[in-house]
Nanobody
């Protein structure tokens, strides 16, 4: 079984910074793309940023220049550094990873349980 565990959320004032982490563990053969998504109240879940296992990144327009995604392949961990946070960044943040488990013949998407980020004005 594969698990993703997020950490680093919390309450911060507008203009502040947070760093989210998401560690994958379990019977992992390989991890392909990893990413962060968020869901605000009464809104659909949306992509924030993704990163391939080669390090190529993609960002939502709303976070470009403020958020940075990175990963440590040796630790099976993805990070999201969030600077200049705005109240509209308030949401539950979820990580996702495309994982080939040792017991499975192909890749499946796994999700973390989510971590709350609240930005006060």
């Amino acid at each position: 079984q594969v698990q993703l565990v997020e950490s680093g959320g919390g309450l911060v004032q507008a203009g502040g910074s947070l760093r989210l982490s998401c560690a994958a563990s379990g019977s992992i053969f390989s991890i392909n793309a990893m990413g962060w998504y968020r869901q605000a109240p009464r809104k659909q879940r949306e992509l924030v940023a993704t990163i391939t296992n080669g390090g190529s990144t993609n960002y939502a327009d709303s976070v470009k220049g403020r958020f940075t995604i990175s990963r440590d392949n040796a630790k099976n961990t993805v990070y999201l550094r969030m600077n200049n946070l705005k109240p509209e960044d308030t949401a539950v943040y979820y990580c996702k990873a495309g994982v080939v488990a040792r017991t499975e013949p192909r890749e499946y998407d796994y999700w973390g349980q989510g971590t709350q980020v609240t930005v006060s004005s």
